[in-house]
């Protein structure tokens, strides 16, 4: 019998309903649009950010002077200024890092100076995807103004000489580097190699790491690592900071849109609904008479109520998919995934909007006299 009354009191009156279920669909498309667009395009820009390179290094206590810069080669720093690789290892394993050790060397081939860098040539690349490699073998990696400078090409034997000992060792040119920067200057050689022919087993210069999340984990994991002395863990701000301050601003004003949409359509629901209680004064009065109590004045009402609420959520839910497709690619020039975890949401807070916008007009219909409505005062 109840869904029998709310079936019929929905039809009859169903250009109201249509404006209730219309409103909470204007706000429903909103927060759908705008969750879709917020997870899949924070996904997006953390996934660009991180090609711009590492953003955590672990260096000696007392740190070495500049070893690079665009078109010059400086000398290495003393002993005393490298970190001791196992003990660094041990640390950054501790707190879940993956981290790639860099050891420079300034070495000689054809008696023009070349800086080597030691370095784990299968992690490296994967912590600067911004690096360019070309198509060859991974066993080294020469930078292309390097390349140029000393007029070799891919293939080419070329013998590396270092002065501090006298040891050399021949190397085959064989993937090259492009990455725009002072790295473009450096040969890139794997760690061993570079450590045996400098006698510098178990010393590296530096770690590079990259951390997830803002500056709080960031000052975290600085005090785990430096925790026994010997280094230190410097987060390169800059990266940290517009990483986690662009997600953060992104997330807080599509939030805050999202809320001012559904204050509106709550607004507009409620004014709906009233207009559906005044209607329905004269049945509900009926009701009262025949012997309804409050309870079944109150469920006849929240049932229209979540009715509603539903069918605006599930056709927001269906316009916001397709807002947040015509964003993603007017704005973003990107397409955006579907999101299984957002009809839930968006038809949780369509109910809630539903609910709480009813809470008005079921006082109203609570309040009405029989006696009075029904003489027609």
Not at 29 to 37: K, M, N, Q, R, T
Not at 40 to 69: F, M, T, W, Y
Not at 276 to 295: C, P, Q, S, V
Not at 340 to 352: K, N, Q, R
Request: aromatic residues 4%.
């Amino acid at each position: 019998m109840e869904t029998r009354l709310l079936r019929a009191g929905l039809w009859r009156r169903r250009g109201t309903a249509s404006l209730a279920v219309l409103a909470i669909a204007i706000g429903g498309s909103v927060a759908s649009a705008l969750l879709h667009v917020s997870g899949d395009i924070s996904r997006k820009v953390s996934h660009e950010l991180r090609a711009l390179g590492p953003n955590l290094l672990l260096v000696p206590d007392q740190p070495a002077a500049s070893l690079s810069g665009p078109g010059r080669v400086e000398e290495l720093p003393a002993p005393a200024a490298f970190l001791d690789e196992r003990e660094s290892r041990a640390r950054l394993s501790s707190s879940g890092l993956a981290a790639a050790p860099l050891l420079y060397m300034v070495a000689r081939v054809g008696g023009q100076p070349v800086q080597l860098i030691g370095t784990d040539l299968d992690l490296a690349p994967r912590l600067h995807p911004g690096w360019k490699l070309s198509r060859g073998q991974a066993g080294s990696l020469m930078g292309v103004r390097l390349m140029r400078r000393l007029g070799a090409r891919p293939g080419q034997k070329l013998r590396i000489e270092y002065p501090g000992n006298g040891r050399s060792l021949e190397r085959v040119v064989e993937a090259t580097l492009e990455a725009g920067g002072a790295d473009d200057e450096a040969w890139w050689l794997p760690l061993r190699e570079v450590q045996e022919l400098g006698d510098l087993a178990g010393r590296v210069s530096l770690f590079q790491a990259r951390i997830e999340g803002g500056g709080e984990e960031a000052e975290r994991l600085r005090r785990s690592l430096e925790r026994g002395g010997g280094l230190r863990a410097l987060p390169v701000a800059a990266l940290s900071a517009t990483e986690a301050g662009l997600l953060d601003r992104m997330r807080r004003l599509m939030l805050l849109v999202t809320l001012a949409a559904l204050a509106s359509a709550g607004l507009c629901t409620f004014g709906s609904l009233t207009d559906l209680a005044l209607e329905r004064r004269r049945d509900i009065a009926l009701m009262k008479t025949l012997g309804a109590g409050r309870r079944d004045v109150m469920r006849q009402l929240a049932g229209e109520a979540l009715v509603i609420g539903l069918a605006g959520g599930l056709l927001g839910w269906g316009l916001g998919l397709f807002m947040a497709e015509l964003i993603g690619r007017g704005v973003f020039h990107s397409a955006i995934a579907m999101r299984w975890d957002v009809p839930p949401i968006v038809i949780g807070l369509s109910l809630a909007v539903a609910l709480v916008s009813s809470v008005g007009p079921v006082r109203l219909a609570l309040s009405v006299e029989p006696a009075a409505v029904l003489k027609g005062e």
